[in-house]
């Protein structure tokens, strides 16, 4: 399945394959104080093509990943694990009619008292998720 999104001002257009409609929520305080909120987001392996990356920022968050953002009007693009060249997008920027679903929420363990999703999802804790990612290396 294929998907297509922009960024608010229109500077940076996406277009990603995505292997299956599974939505993750990321709690992680990262994700939160980049976001603001969990981070929603989509798994697009190495997929992703990007149409200007002269507008795109990439912020080195980690050993391991970086956060990739419209220069001009600071859209969330990606999130993108370095070793494996596996890109997450952030649900919202993605205009798609699939039937997504909420599956999984990580960083769990960090994740603030004052919201609760009502979805049944698989939940991991940082050190699950850091453990599942050096066995897939």
Known sequence: MKAEGKCLCGAVEVEVGLPNTEVAACHCSMCRN???SPMLAMDAG???KISDESSVVRYQSSDWAQRGFCSTCGT????LLVPANQYHVPVGLLQTDADLKLTHQIFIEEKPSFYE???KTENMTGAEVFAHFEGEQ
């Open 76 to 79: 969330h693009l990606f999130y």
């Open 117 to 119: 999703f009502s979805n």
């Open 46 to 48: 190495d997929s992703m």
């Open 34 to 36: 980049w976001s603001g």
